[in-house]
């Protein structure tokens, strides 16, 4: 039982705000979680075609690394002179309150690639720009799958507080408000009663 209260007009009036409070707050959370949802599976989708586009890319990337490894022999030297990335930068988006990651990559090895064109050949380009793509596609999806795991978290908690609410808080305070005006009515039938009886004697009197 919830009801804890003095049944007074007060209370009354109060209870009846603290419920439409709720229940906007159920509504807000509600709304948040469906928006919130329609976000992670539109992300989900995107991701489902990353891996795909990855998948493809590598197996491209390899094949040509086989034929390259084939016609130049063993292109370890070559590959060790090759830069390592780094210009992968993170900055944040606001989705409901979420804060989304946004991967960035300004990459110069995409269009200046820093081997010698000398020994090497057409295979090795082929694997060279499959790999960069490759990084490409896996920055993005890293971007999808991490936005996708906080989504999937903020929907966990806003559908937990939604629940309390619908099921717990806002039952608590129909059923204290139901009390109270049970209880109003009740003494203002007593109170009417009261008078009558007191009308009538005071009538016999």
Not at 20 to 46: C, P, W
Not at 135 to 152: D, I, P, Q
Not at 154 to 183: M, V, Y
Request: no cysteine.
């Amino acid at each position: 039982m919830a009801v804890t209260v003095f049944p007074t007009k007060g209370n009354l009036i109060n209870t009846k705000k603290s419920l439409s409070l709720a229940s906007l707050g159920y509504d807000l959370m509600d709304r948040k979680r469906n928006i919130l949802v329609r976000e992670m599976v539109a992300l989900i989708d995107t991701a489902k075609s990353i891996r795909g586009e990855i998948e493809k890319t590598y197996s491209e990337a390899y094949k040509a690394l086989q034929k390259a490894n084939i016609t130049l022999g063993i292109i370890e030297n070559i590959a060790n002179g090759i830069e390592v990335e780094k210009g992968v930068h993170i900055t944040y988006r606001s989705v409901m309150g979420v804060e989304i990651p946004k991967v960035s990559m300004n990459s110069v090895m995409k269009h200046h690639p820093s081997y010698g064109f000398s020994g090497t050949n057409s295979q090795f380009d082929i694997a060279y720009r499959s790999f960069v793509r490759a990084k490409e596609f896996t920055v993005v999806l890293a971007e999808v799958e991490n936005s996708v795991y906080r989504l999937a978290n903020e929907i966990k908690k806003t559908q937990r507080r939604a629940n309390a609410l619908h099921n717990i808080i806002i039952p608590q305070f129909e059923e204290t408000i139901k009390f109270i005006t049970d209880s109003l009515e009740e003494k203002e039938r007593e109170e009417f009663s009261r008078l009558k009886v007191i009308k009538k004697n005071t009538g016999r009197g």
